[in-house]
């Protein structure tokens, strides 16, 4: 692979208009603006993260979580360039790679746009809803493919979708979003047959050809039918997430009592050298409140991280543009930092991920989302029926409830349920049992 052509700024569904002529904004800067404006990206605000959504303590949502993933994976291509500099600056190719932390940072804004509610319980729930729950009726009638699409639903390769596809009365390509933006959200370049024991993939059958359009004009190479090689910006995309969510966990489990400051701290204090931990002490010490002390150590981590994760990208940016595999960029860092963040992922699943509040949504989730997936694919598959005819009135027009494709109905569902924020989702639930009327 080369950078001349995996940085193109043709816009999927637009390819006869495209015009690479000066402009105020790169057509990279306009993919960032265009999610910061779309409905999607808003409704990110109300989809829990990991702790349930606020009450007198804010933690961090779906869209706090994107926001800081892009800042950081900004930082890091930044970080990426300054190292590529000596080698590449006033050469050809150095007017392209200035694009990359514009790429980055919208891939990072837009990674979770097609996660359901409720975290990611949600995924495991629609997924099992095929695979456990009434779900399981509908194998008979589906390719072995599109089986596989349902029973190893995955947020990323519905992130893909949301923004390619043409929903009902919309244009064509979607978000209409640049190739190398779409090519960074994918990180997992695979079809769900071969996503193997983690079910992790990155486009539905109904999305292949778009992506393949895409691995095409960029030269990213199939390494096996079905299985392509990943973009390497999705290396950073990847390793800003990761950096996010684990870190940003210990912070807010702090500011929630699962944590004390003993504990916290230690963990972050992990990531530096004797040298540095004291230094960051003495910072400290200029500190009275316990939530700005932890905040320090947090924003001194990620910084250290991001220097780390660009180092190991450049020093293997050779096997990544020969389109091998490679581990993720924070487990490829130093002795000390991949011991403290794994210290750091330990503790996160023993004390946090297993919290009572924490649990509590997923088992609420689980339930509410359930009970949607049986309603609304039953008026799907049945819309003669007098309940469905009812139920058919409510549902968005930009999905295609009515299709001839048994396929195309049960993705209409599913698009219309991962879209759903935790409160509509909520609503729903309580308007279908009976629980809640409109105010007369």
């Not at 190292?83 to 600056?89: C, F, Q, S």
């Not at 390619?164 to 009365?169: D, K, L, S």
């Not at 990544?320 to 924070?330: E, H, K, T």
Request: charged share 25%.
């Amino acid at each position: 692979m080369n950078w001349e052509k995996l940085i193109s700024d043709r816009r999927l569904g637009l390819e006869e208009l495209h015009d690479s002529g000066t402009q105020t904004r790169s057509d990279f800067q306009r993919d960032y603006d265009r999610l910061i404006f779309s409905s999607p990206f808003r409704r990110l605000q109300n989809k829990t993260q990991v702790f349930p959504l606020p009450g007198s303590v804010f933690v961090h949502n779906r869209l706090t979580h994107s926001l800081e993933v892009s800042t950081v994976g900004r930082s890091m291509a930044r970080e990426v360039l300054r190292r590529l500099a000596p080698r590449n600056e006033g050469t050809p190719v150095w007017k392209s790679l200035e694009n990359l932390p514009d790429i980055v940072a919208t891939s990072c804004l837009c990674h979770d746009l097609g996660n359901p509610p409720f975290g990611h319980s949600g995924e495991k729930t629609i997924s099992t809803w095929f695979s456990e729950g009434n779900g399981v009726a509908l194998k008979s009638r589906l390719t072995p493919r599109q089986w596989s699409d349902f029973v190893n639903f995955e947020g990323n390769a519905n992130s893909f979708r949301l923004l390619t596809h043409q929903f009902v009365g919309r244009r064509e390509g979607g978000f209409a979003m640049t190739y190398s933006t779409l090519a960074t959200i994918v990180k997992y370049p695979w079809t769900s047959l071969h996503c193997g024991s983690n079910g992790k993939f990155g486009f539905f059958e109904s999305e292949e050809e778009d992506y393949r359009k895409i691995a095409t004009r960029l030269e990213i190479p199939e390494i096996a039918p079905g299985v392509f090689a990943r973009h390497p910006l999705v290396y950073l995309m990847e390793a800003a997430d990761d950096i996010c969510y684990q870190i940003m966990d210990i912070e807010d489990s702090h500011r929630l009592g699962i944590l004390s400051f003993e504990e916290a701290s230690a963990l972050l204090l992990a990531f530096f050298d004797p040298e540095r931990e004291a230094k960051m002490k003495r910072g400290m010490g200029y500190l009275e409140d316990p939530n700005e002390k932890i905040g320090y150590l947090r924003s001194a981590v990620i910084g250290l991280m991001v220097e780390s994760c660009a180092d190991v990208f450049v020093d293997n940016l050779e096997s990544l543009m020969a389109g091998d595999s490679l581990q993720p960029l924070v487990a490829l860092m130093s002795p000390r930092l991949r011991e403290a963040y794994s210290d750091c992922s330990a503790l996160a699943y023993e004390k946090i991920y297993c919290a009572p509040d924490v649990v509590d949504v997923d088992l609420a989730g689980n339930s509410i989302l359930n009970f949607l997936l049986d309603v609304l694919m039953d008026a799907a598959l049945n819309p003669d029926k007098n309940y469905s005819k009812l139920l058919l009135l409510k549902m968005p027009q930009q999905y295609d409830f009515r299709s001839d494709n048994l396929y195309n109905r049960i993705q209409a569902v599913i698009d219309h349920i991962s879209g759903m924020t935790d409160v509509y989702a909520l609503d729903l639930f309580r308007k279908l049992n009976g629980h809640s009327l409109p105010a007369v």
